[in-house]
């Protein structure tokens, strides 16, 4: 097997012992929470390039096929998907660097090892992986955090709920175990989406993430677009489900049982109520057509 190659800029620019932030598209981020919040990051930290992947090594285009741009049947531009490393300095100066782009669908041990090498070239201090989940919870409350890491010594750094379960892995937690390895702090945040609500961005979980990295990574953005956005988001929600009786019913529910349960329980002990007996659903599909204009 040949070895890949990154292709660094020359020279690079001055970075001081940076933070790494980790999103890569295409694992589990509902209500595209994650992306919003690595959207925000690269563009308030003025993030550039500094270095891309070999795609060819890691993606399959049949599943990532490039975006054509016709223009009355002339092909203008051809749109193609990289994994990059961005460097850009959040507002108080602290320096990141950005790892974002698609998640590579192939060689996971090859690619992770790049990246190490990577972080330990660019003397990265730690790192952060951001995800959002679909859960059982109310739109009416700020959205919980959930953490991973393989470091004893972080879980009992952050306030963020912590799981019992097995689940499929992304790539951010094989790093989470390459990094740890080199001395390097990793861990995984993950922010809750309300599961009616997770088939559109969802801007209160991506604001969620970004204060998470503040809490546990000394991250410092305004995001104040962000925020905006999200006070216009729950003025919607909240109009769409004060029109329907069930809608308000099931939002009750899931108040209570968010309100009953301490925020840094494990995911396990939260309250199983009936609520799947309440169409989610149809609120769901009810909220996309809203959030669309379509109704």
């Not at 729950?234 to 049982?257: C, F, G, P, W, Y």
Request: proline content about 6%; some cysteine.
């Amino acid at each position: 097997m040949t070895s890949t190659i990154m292709q660094w800029n020359n020279p690079l620019p001055d970075i001081d012992n940076p933070i790494l932030i980790v999103h890569l598209s295409g694992w589990i981020d509902s209500g595209g929470a994650a992306q919003l919040a690595t959207d925000t990051l690269l563009r308030e930290t003025g993030a550039d390039p500094i270095a891309v992947f070999d795609d060819d090594a890691y993606l399959d285009y049949r599943a990532r096929r490039p975006t054509m741009r016709l223009v009355e049947g002339r092909n203008t531009v051809l749109d193609w998907q990289h994994i990059t490393l961005s460097h850009g300095r959040d507002q108080v100066g602290r320096d990141l660097v950005i790892l974002h782009g698609p998640e590579p669908d192939m060689r996971w041990h090859a690619f992770i090892a790049e990246v190490a090498g990577a972080a330990e070239r660019l003397n990265v201090t730690s790192c952060a992986h951001l995800g959002a989940y679909p859960f059982a919870c109310p739109h009416t409350r700020p959205s919980r955090l959930s953490v991973t890491t393989a470091s004893e010594d972080l879980l009992t750094r952050v306030p963020f709920l912590r799981s019992t379960l097995d689940v499929p892995a992304g790539v951010g937690s094989a790093l989470e175990h390459e990094l740890h390895s080199l001395g390097i702090p990793t861990l995984g945040i993950w922010a809750q989406v309300p599961h009616y609500a997770a088939g559109l961005p969802y801007p209160p979980s991506a604001v969620a993430l970004l204060d998470g990295l503040r809490t546990s990574c000394d991250v410092v953005v305004d995001a104040a677009d962000l925020r905006r956005s999200m006070v216009d988001h729950r003025k919607r929600l909240d109009d769409l489900v004060a029109a329907n009786s069930e809608h308000a019913s099931m939002l009750t529910q899931l108040e209570i049982a968010h309100d009953a349960t301490p925020g840094h329980a494990t995911v396990s002990e939260l309250p199983n109520s009936s609520l799947q007996q309440v169409s989610a659903e149809e609120l769901g599909e009810a909220v996309e057509r809203f959030l669309r204009g379509d109704t």
